[in-house]
């Protein structure tokens, strides 16, 4: 419970916002506050309110009224958080709603770099430099229709150009963020008075400061990232394995060669649960999609023959299966690598089936969300950790034998189970397991998956039972991870940070804090720091 002293400063924050942002910035709204206090895993404290700035001087100007009054800020981007990235752990704290500050600010393609506000959506961004013939080295999640370039950056995210580039931090230039005290803080070239923002490493890297700092530091407004020329020419290629084992060393094999832009996989499992969940009509546009990259008429009549003649059947028999993606700017170049890696795979005991799937997401990067749903309408959760190449065998080992171990829990709960491997470029590899079960939705599912989708599938009730049994799979999971040294993306205030930092690394982590943010009023509890 609050006290008068608390109650009332917000009360002044919220009035002193309305007048210097405009009442359409501030909303104490009980349907928005519910649901920007939920993720699509657990349900935080219900926020006292929620703040949505347009740009970089209103965020500044937010921040400096919620530190003169004590009042906690947690920052939201598209609100794909799985683990409570930007829920609420105490009373008394606000959301900052990041979706308003969306612009494009500066596409310099003579100098190859591209400047946005932090809400702007992955999505938005690769439209806009597609018509340019450019693109980031990174180019978003397959969340990107709603995850933001800012929430990437403070989460870290895996997939498109990851195998080559890595991760979002790792094709940033600079970034402008806005200290607790409203303090505006400008990183690498940009810095300098009057300079461009084309160059990271002027000094100390204060841009890496901000990466993967889950939003604790300092309120992201605007970030620049490196640009390269968009590739001429992409070709995949899919295998499948009979055993977790095989397919384990061929990730690891693909990746240390360098070359392809994704590689993923998935287990049996979670094979089939998407090809259960996948609707016609998103089978339809896909296909739509897909022909249209091929350039020609005749190309695309016989890509869209054979992804629709492969359909879902070939998956019928699910086994564990790989799928990769290699570009370039000639079709010689791209052939010539990608018969490397299929090679390897062959080595591995690997089987060639159709392409279909690297096809289709290569052609519909940034689909509707409808997978945080199963394809009976139920939960999904998944929790991830990064390992080193070598240890990918032996880290899944362990996963399926915890799951064995929970075999009967899962069996009478109606929980089913999966993963899915990401690699990201040539040092780590993603392991993602997947949870899916009857429970209600919250309200965050309701209004990211697409109406027909919602229309289709079933609806559960309550289901508290087993969803803690998936609470206590992930913790298995986690345990796992932490045996292998695994690293996170989104640590929110699930994966195990600062109790796990080194006595030096956490003290300077505590001090740079106490820099940055001296009141601890920054989205309070992410990554352990109170």
């Known amino acids: 419970m609050l006290d008068q002293t608390k109650t009332d400063k917000l009360g002044e924050l919220k009035s002193v916002l309305a007048q210097a942002l405009g009442n359409d910035a501030v909303s104490d709204d009980p349907a928005a506050r519910e649901l920007f206090s939920q993720d699509i895993w657990t349900k935080g404290e219900l926020a006292e309110f929620v703040v949505a700035p ?75 430099l597609s018509a340019k013939g450019v693109r980031t080295p990174f180019w978003g999640p397959l969340s990107g ?24 931090g790792d094709s940033v230039l600079s970034v ?46 605007e970030i620049t990232l490196r640009l390269i020329k968009a590739p001429r020419e992409e070709t995949w290629a899919s295998y499948e394995f009979d055993n977790a084992g095989g397919y384990a060393d061929a990730m690891s094999a693909l990746m240390r060669e360098d070359i392809a832009t994704e590689i993923f996989g998935f287990d049996p499992n979670l094979t089939r649960v998407r090809m259960a969940r ?33 359909g879902r059947g070939f998956m019928a028999d699910a086994k564990y299966n790989l799928h990769y993606t290699v570009e370039g700017h000639s079709k010689a170049g791209v052939k010539e690598e990608i018969a490397i890696l299929n090679a390897i795979c062959e080595a591995h005991g690997g089987k060639s089936i159709e392409n279909s799937i690297p096809k289709i997401i290569r052609a519909n990067p940034f689909g509707p969300l409808n997978s945080i749903l199963g394809p009976s309408g139920e939960r999904w959760v998944p929790i991830h950790g990064l390992v080193p190449v070598s240890e ?76 803690a049994v998936v609470a206590k799979g992930r913790q298995v999971v986690l345990d796992a991870f932490r045996q292998h040294g695994a690293a996170h993306f ?41």
């Not at 606000?94 to 999505?123: K, P």
């Not at 229709?145 to 979002?168: D, E, M, P, R, V």
């Not at 923002?197 to 204060?206: A, M, N, T, V």
Request: net charge negative.
């Open 490 to 530: 989104q640590i929110g205030r699930t994966y195990p940070y600062l109790e796990t930092r080194e006595d030096a690394t956490r003290a300077l982590l505590e001090k740079i804090k106490d820099i940055v943010d001296p009141q601890r009023i920054i989205n309070p509890g992410a990554l352990g720091l109170e």
């Open 392 to 467: 990918t065998r032996d880290c899944l080992a362990k996963i399926d034998a915890a799951f064995d171990a929970m075999r009967k829990e899962f069996d009478d709960h109606g929980i089913v189970t999966g993963y899915l491997l990401t690699s990201m470029s040539t040092t780590g590899v993603i392991i993602e397991p997947v949870f899916l079960w009857p429970e209600e939705l919250f309200e965050i599912h309701r209004q990211t998956v697409e109406p027909g989708m919602l229309s289709k599938v079933g609806t559960h009730d309550a289901n508290p039972a087993a969803t």
């Open 278 to 310: 996948a609707s016609m009509l998103s089978d339809a546009k896909a296909l739509k999609n897909v022909m249209k990259k091929q350039g020609n008429l005749l190309s695309a009549l016989k890509e869209g023959a054979k992804v629709a003649m492969a």
């Open 176 to 221: 402008t963020v806005v200290l607790a005290d409203g303090t505006i803080v400008r990183t690498g070239s940009a810095g300098t008075t009057g300079a461009k923002p084309f160059w990271r490493h002027y000094g100390p890297d204060l841009t890496g400061l901000f990466c993967g700092d889950c939003g604790v530091l300092g309120y992201k407004a």
């Open 145 to 168: 229709l709603s995850s933001t370039i800012g929430g990437g950056l403070s989460q870290n995210n895996a997939f498109f150009g990851a195998g080559k580039y890595g991760t979002t």
């Open 54 to 128: 347009n740009n970089l001087e209103a965020l500044s100007a937010a921040a400096a009224a919620a530190n003169e009054r004590g009042i906690a800020f947690n920052p939201r981007g598209g609100g794909m958080s799985y683990t409570k990235g930007y829920t609420p752990d105490r009373e008394g704290v606000a959301i900052l709603d990041m979706s308003r500050m969306n612009r494009i600010l500066d596409l310099n393609v003579d100098d190859m770099y591209v400047t946005v506000e932090a809400g702007c959506t992955w999505v938005d961004l690769h439209e806009a």
